[in-house]
């Protein structure tokens, strides 16, 4: 483990003291102030936390290697890091009981502990709500404080609006394969993947280290936003395909009716007798009708046109970062990330 992951870690226990130590201000009794911390230790640390360790990458990237970051101002970075975290958290109690999910992370999601239930609705508003809390603590005094804010609820809006058009594409009690395509895929993952796990990290760090320029922000997206459909790929890929020991989860995109990109996929390339199995068996909850999907997959050989994706995004990738003005951006930036998510497996 590294150094700097260590710090970030360590840096959870000062926010959630901070949070916990305001509470008394609003005569919360302790059964609440108990509930709070108990859920906040829960759902946000736990991850891989690269959408929060990438605030202190993206910040060293701009400053350059040998350039001076004073430890108040790594503090601050790791804070910004550790509120993306509490946005990831605030979406995935909120998903995780849309999809009736069973497990996040290797447990029991939020919900489904003990005496949680929909308690957990105002869970998420209260993960969220933190977020705002840490801001003004932290960067209240900033001439960029307006532009944190601005950020984070820019983002928060695009995030809920992918996520509005993955439920209403593909709801559980009303299924039909023929709401979905390729290009309906890439753009509910563009606004409820991308840019609050690869675009948002980075312009933190932008913001902070006083970046004002609009062509430096345009071409971050420009890299970043395919970056992070590419990684939802992955994701969907490992839902089905993935080891759910070694991806904390059990994935259930085929029981929940998603528009991912392996049925997309498959939509694209199926024959008519196979699209007559899809349109049967997709959606349905028990294990017969999965495995028949898979199957299918298996038989459209999704894995190597996974792999082929892959490599294509990958050499895409790389030549977007080639040809970006190192002026605006610094490539390191983008290559760290690409390196943390090419070819992962969890």
């Known amino acids: 483990?590294?150094?700097?992951?260590?710090?970030?870690?360590?840096?959870?226990?000062?926010?959630?003291?901070?949070?916990?130590?305001?509470?008394?201000?609003?005569?919360?009794?302790?059964?609440?102030?108990?509930?709070?911390?108990?859920?906040?230790?829960?759902?946000?640390?736990?991850?891989?936390?690269?959408?929060?360790?990438?605030?202190?990458?993206?910040?060293?990237?701009?400053?350059?290697e040998h350039a001076t970051i004073t430890p108040d101002e790594l503090h601050k970075a790791r804070v910004l890091g550790w509120c993306v975290e509490w946005l990831q958290a605030f979406f995935l109690v909120a998903d995780d009981i849309m999809d009736n999910s069973k497990t996040r992370r290797g447990m029991p999601c939020w919900y489904r502990r003990e005496k949680v239930g929909n308690i957990?609705?105002?869970?998420?508003?209260?993960?969220?709500?933190?977020?705002?809390?840490?801001?003004?603590?932290?960067?209240?005094q900033d001439d960029y404080y307006v532009d944190l804010l601005d950020l984070f609820h820019e983002t928060t809006y695009q995030t809920e609006l992918g996520q509005l058009i993955d439920l209403l594409t593909a709801p559980e009690d009303d299924i039909d394969?023929?709401?979905?395509?390729?290009?309906?895929?890439?753009?509910?993952?563009?606004?409820?993947?991308?840019?609050?796990?690869?675009?948002?990290?980075?312009?933190?760090?932008?913001?902070?280290?006083?970046?004002?320029?609009?062509?430096?922000?345009?071409?971050?997206?420009?890299?970043?936003?395919?970056?992070?459909?590419?990684?939802?790929?992955?994701?969907?890929?490992?839902?089905?395909?993935?080891?759910?020991?070694v991806i904390g989860k059990i994935g259930t995109d085929i029981e929940d009716n998603k528009c991912s990109w392996l049925i997309v996929q498959a939509l694209d390339r199926a024959s008519a007798e196979q699209r007559q199995v899809l349109?049967?068996?997709?959606?349905?909850?028990?294990?017969?009708?999965?495995?028949k999907i898979k199957q299918i997959y298996c038989d459209l050989d999704l894995s190597a046109v996974y792999h082929a994706y892959e490599e294509k995004s990958y050499a895409e990738l790389c030549a977007l970062i080639d040809q970006a003005d190192a002026n605006l951006v610094p490539a390191g930036v983008f290559t760290k990330f690409v390196a943390k998510v090419y070819k992962r497996n969890k």
């Open 279 to 291: 349109h049967a068996h997709y959606g349905r909850r028990s294990a017969e009708d999965v495995e």
């Open 177 to 245: 394969l023929n709401r979905f395509s390729i290009e309906k895929h890439r753009w509910i993952v563009t606004y409820k993947t991308a840019f609050y796990s690869f675009y948002l990290p980075v312009a933190l760090a932008m913001i902070m280290n006083g970046e004002k320029r609009e062509a430096a922000f345009t071409q971050a997206r420009n890299i970043l936003i395919p970056l992070g459909v590419y990684f939802q790929v992955q994701d969907d890929y490992l839902d089905c395909f993935g080891d759910p020991e």
């Open 1 to 64: 483990m590294t150094v700097e992951r260590v710090e970030f870690e360590n840096t959870f226990a000062v926010l959630l003291e901070d949070i916990l130590a305001e509470l008394p201000t609003f005569n919360i009794p302790s059964e609440g102030a108990a509930w709070v911390k108990e859920c906040l230790e829960y759902t946000v640390p736990g991850g891989k936390m690269n959408r929060g360790l990438s605030v202190v990458d993206t910040l060293r990237s701009l400053r350059g």
């Open 120 to 140: 957990a609705i105002n869970d998420a508003f209260i993960l969220e709500s933190c977020i705002y809390r840490l801001l003004k603590k932290y960067f209240r």
